[in-house]
T-cell receptor, first 110, second 116 residues
Framework: GQQLNQSPQSMFIQEGEDVSMNCTSSSIFNTWLWYKQDPGEGPVLLIALYKAGELTSNGRLTAQFGITRKDSFLNISASIPSDVGIYFCAGPWSNYKLTFGKGTLLTVNP | DAGVTQSPTHLIKTRGQQVTLRCSPKSGHDTVSWYQQALGQGPQFIFQYYEEEERQRGNFPDRFSGHQFPNYSSELNVNALLLGDSALYLC???????????????FGEGSRLTVL
């Protein structure tokens, strides 16, 4: 089946710093999605990407669908304490199901 | 606008028992998917229900079964529980127009199952 490699596994940063994380797949994807999960909550969709090369922003978050269609990147600018959580990449929405990465745990030090 | 609601939020069972988890989708959504999230892992797809039928299934044994009701709500049943079934079970709803969809899922807060 499809496998997603998400990196880094965890990040510990200072408030105000920029963050970058990425995800690679073993096969070509037609969809990349980025979700965030807070403790005790279900994942919440942040950004959805549907075309190779697409660059989409949601506030301080920016994500890109890689040209090769096998990778995606998520950047967070000027991090704040509420950015703390686990960020998951997911794809490709084939056969009505998503495959999720293992997540990147982000900790922001005020 | 009510989001996805799941019940119960927490439960403890012993090996061999059976469990039923419930989900009400977001208002206006007609499709329900179930995911299992083990500690430290991403969610794993169990199955999806649309029009009261299982439309797609992940790599889970037959001990995992489900149902969707005419009001689009859904149940997940797990029989003969194993220790390894301990996890957060997430329900996600979406709106699928025919065979199309966007993969944009709305998740509930999950049901935390502990098997002793």
């Amino acid at each position: 089946g499809q496998q997603l490699n998400q990196s880094p596994q965890s990040m510990f940063i200072q408030e105000g710093e920029d963050v970058s994380m990425n995800c690679t797949s073993s096969s070509i994807f037609n969809t990349w999605l980025w979700y965030k999960q807070d403790p005790g909550e279900g994942p919440v969709l942040l950004i959805a990407l549907y075309k190779a090369g697409e660059l989409t922003s949601n506030g301080r978050l920016t994500a890109q669908f890689g040209i090769t269609r096998k990778d995606s990147f998520l950047n967070i600018s000027a991090s704040i304490p509420s950015d703390v959580g686990i960020y998951f990449c997911a794809g490709p929405w084939s056969n009505y199901k998503l495959t999720f990465g293992k997540g990147t745990l982000l900790t922001v030090n005020p | 606008d009510a989001g996805v609601t799941q019940s119960p939020t927490h439960l403890i069972k012993t090996r061999g028992q059976q469990v039923t988890l419930r989900c009400s989708p977001k208002s206006g959504h007609d499709t329900v998917s179930w995911y299992q999230q083990a500690l430290g892992q991403g969610p794993q797809f169990i199955f999806q229900y649309y029009e009261e039928e299982e439309r797609q299934r992940g790599n889970f044994p037959d001990r995992f079964s489900g149902h969707q009701f005419p009001n689009y709500s859904s149940e997940l049943n797990v029989n003969a529980l194993l220790l390894g079934d301990s996890a957060l079970y997430l329900c996600a709803s979406s709106l699928v127009a025919g065979a199309q969809g966007t993969g944009e899922l709305f998740f509930g807060e999950g049901s935390r199952l502990t098997v002793l």
